[in-house]
């Protein structure tokens, strides 16, 4: 423990992070597969959400978060946010000597499995207006229609935990339906957050429609990166788990722990000053 009544970061962890609880998604898929490895997730629910603000703005607050993870020698660093990889991942890779691994939605795997030759997106405003995505659809949605929807207030309603109410399904709805009714026989889930309103939007599209979710693909990416830089932790007993949030409440985080992911661990917080993170206060 720290003279905060924190633990101490272990050095060589796994850093994942996103703009609240979205990236959950992600390190439930990193947890599964790399068990032995340390990790540490910050959500940054300060400045949540990210999707409306400027790519620029947005940019500086990855940046700040992989400072400090570079700081308690985090060995590889995960963007589990679309948008934070939008705005930032070339500018994280360039300016930071660690290895990276980010987020892009999954059009290859769509455009690859289309039958109907339309597919949708569904993102944050900030991921599509980020080149990454204009690249992805040049590079892969030649010969295929690509419906690209942003769909505000889905991330809120993931961090409010009102995954399955009439609201939110209504919502969805005026999302979806005219995507459907297209002919989309693919739909990519282009933001973290939204695999934890997977079963609502299967229902909402309905059985002739794939929702295809990365977390699992950034996972195992995650574990061939290791692999290749040789940074695989060698011990076989299982590594720590630490969270983090930026927020005013360490509850904004630990509750949604507990009912996504039926984890139960303490929360600790972390606070921006002039842009730049600093040392946790457990309450």
């Not at 959500?43 to 940019?59: F, N, T, W």
Request: glycine share 10%; net charge neutral; charged share 20%.
């Amino acid at each position: 423990m720290t003279s905060s009544g924190v633990p101490e970061i272990p050095r060589g962890a796994i850093g994942i992070f996103d703009s609240g609880v979205g990236g959950l998604s992600v390190w439930k898929e990193v947890d599964s597969l790399l068990p032995q490895e340390h990790i540490i997730y910050i959500a940054d629910q300060a400045h949540i959400p990210y999707g409306p603000r400027p790519l620029s703005e947005v940019r500086s607050f990855a940046e700040g978060i992989v400072r400090f993870m570079e700081e308690v020698g985090v060995k590889l660093v995960v963007v589990a946010c679309n948008t934070a990889s939008a705005a930032a991942l070339k500018h994280l890779r360039a300016t930071f000597h660690m290895p990276i691994v980010g987020m892009e939605p999954a059009v290859k795997p769509a455009a690859l499995s289309t039958r109907t030759g339309k597919v949708g997106v569904i993102a944050t405003p900030a991921t599509f207006r980020g080149e990454p995505y204009a690249r992805l659809l040049a590079r892969y949605g030649q010969g295929v229609e690509v419906i690209s929807r942003a769909c505000p207030g889905l991330v809120q309603i993931v961090e409010r935990g009102e995954q399955h109410s009439p609201a939110t399904i209504g919502r969805l709805h005026d999302c979806l339906d005219d995507m459907v009714a297209k002919g989309m026989d693919q739909i990519v889930l282009g933001c973290t957050h939204y695999p934890f309103l997977r079963r609502t939007i299967e229902e909402v599209v309905g059985e002739g429609v794939r929702v295809i979710d990365p977390a699992p693909a950034v996972a195992a990416q995650t574990r061939r990166v290791l692999e290749r830089e040789g940074l695989m932790r060698e011990e076989s007993n299982p590594g720590s788990r630490l969270f983090f949030t930026t927020g005013d409440s360490p509850s904004a985080l630990s509750e949604p722990l507990r009912r996504l992911l039926s984890v139960s661990a303490p929360v600790f917080t972390l606070r921006w000053l002039e842009g730049t993170l600093v040392l946790p206060i457990e309450y």
